[in-house]
């Protein structure tokens, strides 16, 4: 079934963070709206560090050393940030839809740096200390070496329709897909966003393939067709889906893809010589004289080695 579904995909919805980027994102800019940009960035570690997320990892990693606060009741706020108390104070750290759930007012100096930063492709992560903005930083993943080649092999195979979903802005979304050559780019999209916008294209009768590898990307992962996941991927992730790039080498998904389709016409060419040959020995039992059981089974077991033989074929597969 896999083999069926996966030799037909002609649309792949691809994550951005740690799919078509390293996921290793590094500090690109950090902006304070505070005096006391040491205690700010305190509060911001404390929080992080209750985090998983690659920006939370890239965010600590930067702010390095400094004297962590005790952090209670922690919330993940899927697809926006985490909230909690960390020293007694409420600190929510995520992005602007968040800061709009907990009510920050952005001034006109923040919007500006938004906007600034987005426009350069990197992704927000807002701090704020009791319901005031203190605090941005701006991170940039790089896109893996290679990615924009592998992706024009996938549409040499005919996949047609390139989507990639993302949960930060639509801008940072915009730039990597016009610099990777993209036929889609969608932003703000929460887990349950990705997982409906894949039942759309089913329901419009695409074939889609999903690749991800985080514990967001599962839904998504189950629902399509293909599920893929990148080796360095989440147990989840992994467990989930239907094909496993290992060592996240995205180079292997264009040779999946072409092994998958070789496969299947093997498979088809093999069902042809199994049947053709079966067709041809009743025809030689009712429609001649020369049929005995000793030819009949010479053929036969001829038939069984083409096909063998026709298989094997597919151990010297290299992608084009």
């Known amino acids: 079934e896999v083999i069926h579904d996966f030799s037909r995909v002609d649309t792949m919805v691809f994550d951005k963070t740690g799919t078509l980027t390293i996921g290793t994102p590094k500090v690109a800019e950090k902006i304070v709206y505070a005096d006391n940009a040491e205690e700010v960035l305190a509060y911001l570690a404390s929080v992080e560090k209750e985090s998983d997320h690659p920006l939370a990892k890239a965010i600590v990693e930067y702010i390095g050393d400094v004297a962590l606060l005790p952090v209670e009741k922690t919330d993940v706020v899927r697809g926006g940030g985490i909230v909690a108390e960390a020293g007694g104070r409420r600190v929510a750290v995520g992005n602007a839809a968040l800061m ?130 990148m080796g360095s991927g989440t147990d989840v992730a992994i467990e989930t889906s239907d094909v496993v790039l290992m060592n996240s080498d995205f180079s292997r998904l264009p040779h999946a893809l072409g092994l998958t389709k070789a496969t ?57």
């Open 264 to 320: 299947a016409v093997n498979m088809r060419q093999n069902i042809m010589i199994a049947v053709g040959v079966v067709l041809a020995l009743l025809a030689g039992v009712f429609f001649s004289e020369w049929m005995s059981m000793s030819a009949g089974m010479l053929v036969h077991e001829a038939s069984i080695l083409a096909v063998i033989l026709n298989g094997m074929r597919l151990l010297r597969f290299k992608a084009a």
């Open 100 to 229: 709009e759930r907990e009510q920050v007012h952005l001034s006109e100096r923040a919007r500006s740096d938004i906007d600034r930063l987005e426009k350069s492709g990197s992704s927000l992560v807002l701090t704020a200390i009791d319901g005031e903005l203190k605090a941005l930083i701006g991170v940039r993943d790089q896109v893996r070496p290679g990615v924009r080649e592998d992706l024009s092999k996938l549409k040499k195979m005919g996949v047609k329709n390139l989507v990639v979903l993302s949960g930060d802005h639509q801008k940072t979304v915009d730039l990597v897909a016009r610099d990777l050559g993209l036929t889609e780019a969608h932003g703000h999209m929460l887990p349950e966003d990705k997982a409906a916008f894949i039942k759309r294209l089913q329901e419009k009768g695409h074939i889609v393939a999903f690749v991800g590898d985080g514990v967001n990307d599962s839904p998504s992962l189950a629902l399509a067709q293909i599920g893929i996941a």
